[in-house]
């Protein structure tokens, strides 16, 4: 870890000197600007849920089938993702996702009924869940380049790109249509993508400790082999299921937080919104403070800090009596799951490279496959707010495998 604190500029002859740091500069600045569009395209579609929730007539369980669609499409293509990234390299997939994304998100309010809007969320979890393989696995590359724990600051990027996705949902959910809001948002994504993909496509993916083959050829393209197979594939899934504790309750709060807001407690739509909105960005102050939090306090204590912190705001969010305890309790539930997730994929991606990555990615967003139906089915039979009292439980969950994994390291030179 010592060294992992330190940056460097890469010594001629020693492994990484195929890379100039200015060109780690600028990756690491098109990576950051794709993990804010990924976040704030993410987080446009969710405060339109309740809108879109009424314009198709479905009930809470009928709309946690339909939100099943965006977790079904991005675990499918994980796998998938790891392999196209391992061909043809984590950039141009990336671009390549980030695109998909940005057209898909002008779909679901083209929908009237619950079956159809299901069908295009797997279209969109589709991109969402290879964007995010993608970008993690070109955000890995980078960090071990780097030689820093630099991955919450990515992660933060997300956040605050899903605050502002929230923030300005709110602003225009009462003046403007959903299908007009998506189209923007389907317009901004594709310039964005124009502007910062190029960034990519023209910089091979750094590969710590791996020369590059030849001479403007990607590294990317042929990485060392690295399967998953006996202790490293342990490994990868115990990190699988602390980022599947920790996603089940981000998607919760993205999918059900503002319904919460609106249905159990009359809040306003655009202080529902909100609600998203001030979990985002606790997330981004926790994720800005990450690297910091890593060196002090290591990747178990904050592992478990975390866990512990957000089994106790999801409890005080779901059960609190008014909006204002609520949100406090959202807050706090963000900073909680902040890194936590950060962590568990860096450490997958660290062990085993792009297939590390989108293994432990698609056992992580099986919290997002499990929690939309689970969630909508225990609103029906109990209630909303008992329903996301699931999330804490997950949370303390992910603290108790962070205790027990805190001897599992991984290999040296991996």
Known sequence: MPLLNKPRTAVPGRPGAHI???????????????????????AGWVVRIPAIKEQTGSSASDLGL????????????????GRLCRRYGSHPVTVASGALMSLSIALPPLTHSTLALGLVLLVFGAAYGGVNVAMNSAAVDLVAAMRRPVMPSFHAAFSLGGMIGAGLGGLVAGGLSPTAHLITLTAIGLLVTAAAGPVLLRHPAPVAGHAAKGPGKDPASNPPPRRLK????????????????????EGAMAEWGALHLEQDLHAHAGIAAAGYSLFALAMTAGRLSGTALLERLGQTRTLVAGGTTAAAGMLLGALAPTVWLALLGFAVTGLGLANIFPVAVARAGA??????????????????????????????????????????????GAALIGYSARKASVPQGS
């Open 20 to 42: 100039a740091s200015p060109s780690l500069s600028r990756l690491r600045t098109a990576l950051t600007v794709f993990f804010a569009l990924d976040g704030f395209l993410f």
């Open 66 to 81: 339909a939100l099943l669609g965006v977790s079904a499409g991005a675990v499918v293509t994980m796998t998938l993702t």
């Open 230 to 249: 006996g202790r490293t594939r342990r490994i990868v899934v115990l990190f699988g299921v602390i980022a599947l504790c920790t996603a089940y309750g």
């Open 351 to 396: 062990l085993a490279g792009p297939g590390g990555v989108a293994a432990a990615s698609t056992v992580g967003y099986g919290g997002m496959l499990l929690g939309p139906p689970s969630i909508g089915f225990l609103a029906d039979w109990f209630s909303l707010p008992v329903a996301l009292t699931t999330v804490a439980a997950l949370a303390g």
